[in-house]
């Protein structure tokens, strides 16, 4: 088991730019969120999906917007990149809402 | 919204030696969580502590959970330079998983 995916590595974007950071987790679980950890911020939590066809804001959701394709993918998109949205992007999932989650190995994100 | 507080920030220990580290919150929680970070790397799961459980080992590991003064503890016994890490808080209520900022350990060799 790959456990949970995220593409690409590192992205450097300009300002205006639009992208989508992909995540995928193999472990037939039905919650999956998406983070962005700044430096002495910890993680904020951008958007959620409690289960396949449900997404839910989190504490940062502007800028932002996501897709639960399915029930092992769920994408983060950027429609127009901010210098402010330049961070590290953490994609994970648990079996249930809130129980331990399995992190991906992040998408470090630089907005020019 | 309720976020877990880590305290001390940063810690540096010689190997062998046990390593605290505590959280605090401020709301009730169901359940509050540790997760260690490796540099450059994503956030692993350490242990689960429900509200209604005091003490919780695995392993090298022991969480204590006090919630009438809303705090937790994390000890890690007999540390290895492999503990070197970042180790964060996470208190979950009203349906979010709040995490603290987090507290970097650092096991001299």
């Known amino acids: 088991n790959a456990g949970v995916t995220q593409t690409p590595k590192f992205q450097v974007l300009k300002t205006g730019q639009s992208m989508t950071l992909q995540c995928a987790q193999d472990m037939n679980h039905n919650s999956m969120y998406w983070y962005r950890q700044d430096p002495g911020m910890g993680l904020r939590l951008i958007y959620y999906s409690a289960s396949e066809g449900t997404t839910d804001k989190g504490e940062v959701p502007n800028g932002y917007n996501v897709s639960r394709l399915n029930k092992r993918e769920f994408s983060l998109r950027l429609e127009s990149a901010a210098p402010s949205q330049t961070s590290v992007y953490f994609c994970?999932?648990?079996?249930?809402?809130?129980?331990?989650?399995?992190f991906g190995p992040g998408t470090r994100l630089t907005v020019l | 919204s309720q976020q877990g507080e880590e305290d001390p920030q940063a810690l540096s220990i010689q190997e062998g030696e046990n390593a605290t580290m505590n959280c605090s919150y401020k709301?009730?929680?169901?359940?509050l969580q540790w997760y260690r970070q490796n540099s450059g790397r994503g956030l692993v799961h350490l242990i689960l502590?429900?509200?209604?459980?005091r003490e919780k080992h695995s392993g090298r590991l022991r969480v204590t959970l006090d919630t009438s003064k809303k705090s937790s503890s994390l000890l890690i016994t007999a540390s290895r330079a492999a503990d070197t890490a970042s180790y964060f808080c996470?208190?979950?209520?009203?349906?979010?998983?709040?995490f603290g900022k987090g507290n970097q350990v650092v096991v001299i060799p």
């Open positions: 996470a208190t979950e209520g009203n349906n979010r998983l709040a």
């Open positions: 994970a999932s648990s079996l249930a809402d809130y129980n331990e989650q399995f």
């Open positions: 709301t009730s929680i169901n359940n």
């Open positions: 502590i429900r509200s209604n459980e």
